[in-house]
């Protein structure tokens, strides 16, 4: 999707132009150089918001548990109220007020509330496949962490938890292939000429220039493509063809080798992008998987424990014992939370 800004403000709230200017990289400064090209009458409100950006210098310090705990709640806080009440004083000048007034904790939103996690892997391994010796990149994420980044001609991937793509340094003039593990979501650069292509697990897709997400975990018993805009077919490795329109999704059994097309919700399925769970009637088995994901925690259920039914309920960047409270709340049991492990009781 096109970048559109018209003050400096939408520059700070974008988390690829604020992630480029943090950590930049050879695919994002060709990204931003090409996007400055298009965007002359831009540039100086580009140029000031990368100033204020590199303005922040972050402390090292070590910080307790408590203090994170503190910091983290006061940022949840300003990011609703922020939400709820901008348009008094004005949206620019509330951000900025905040980040003068916060310097440690502007720098630590940035990552959390844009980036999804400060601390994620990044592995620009590089392989030489196949005979005209293709160098071939990867880039993983760790659990409990997201990443967003730019491919060679510009798509754009959000990279969920405990995922990886690989993808070549340039593509070819006549395909754009990556391959993924995991879930990703793409917002594909539009070239008719040369057609996108994602290899995940036994499905291909194929797509000129759309935006879509993709889940193809190796532990899960299906694989789900599902399409926001424009237009994609998928195709099985044994064969099976299915072309998808904007909102409907596809799932594909591994076991029984058949293809469901239907409709979904956007928020089930691809809310994770944008920092949202969505529960829909989900088996609570399902539901810690997807916790131990999110949050890169362990889940260890006793068995005295039970639960019916499935779980309806939206959590919009929730700490993870907020969601615990929650849950503990209306099914009835107990938690203990040990660093990286949860113990259900």
């Known amino acids: 999707m096109q970048f559109n800004p018209s003050t400096e403000e939408d520059f700070l709230l974008n988390e690829h132009f604020v992630q480029w200017v943090m950590d930049p990289n050879e695919e994002s400064n060709r990204y931003w150089a090409k996007w400055a090209n298009e965007n002359p009458d831009k540039t100086l409100m580009m140029r000031r918001s990368k100033e204020v950006i590199l303005s922040l210098h972050l402390e090292t310090f070590e910080m307790g548990e408590t203090d994170n705990e503190r910091i983290l709640d006061s940022l949840l806080k300003h990011h609703q109220q922020s939400k709820e009440g901008l348009g008094r004083r004005g949206g620019f000048q509330v951000f900025m007020e905040f980040l003068l007034a916060n310097r440690v904790a502007a720098v630590i939103a940035f990552f959390i509330t844009f980036l999804g996690s400060m601390t994620y892997l ?4 590089v392989e030489q496949k196949d005979s005209k010796e293709i160098i071939w990149l990867s880039k993983s994420s760790k659990p409990g962490t997201k990443m967003s980044f730019h ?39 539009h070239d008719e000429a040369v057609p996108f292509v994602v290899s995940a697990g036994d499905l291909k897709v194929k797509v000129l220039g759309t935006s879509f997400d993709v889940n193809s975990r190796p532990d899960r018993v299906d694989q789900k493509v599902a399409l926001l805009n424009g237009r994609v077919e998928v195709i099985t490795t044994d064969g099976i063809r299915e072309s998808l329109s904007p909102m409907e999704m596809i799932t594909y059994s591994k076991a029984n080798k058949e293809m469901v097309k239907g409709n979904f919700d956007a928020e089930v399925v691809t809310g994770w992008k944008d920092g949202v769970i969505k529960f829909e009637n989900t088996d609570f088995k399902e539901v810690f998987e997807i916790l131990e994901g999110w949050y890169g925690v362990e889940i260890i259920l006793s068995e005295s424990v039970k639960f019916k039914g499935g779980l309806n309920g939206r959590y919009e960047n929730e700490m993870l014992d907020n969601v615990l409270k929650g849950l503990a709340y209306t099914e009835g049991f107990e938690y203990r939370i040990d660093d990286k492990k949860v113990t259900i009781f």
Request: proline residues 7%; negative net charge.
């Open 122 to 125: 990044l592995q620009p391994s």
């Open 151 to 189: 491919l060679p001609d510009g798509s754009l991937v959000k990279l969920n938890a405990n995922s990886t793509i690989e993808f070549p340094e340039h593509f070819s003039d006549s395909t754009r292939e990556v391959r993924l593990a995991g879930q990703a979501f793409f917002d594909v650069e």
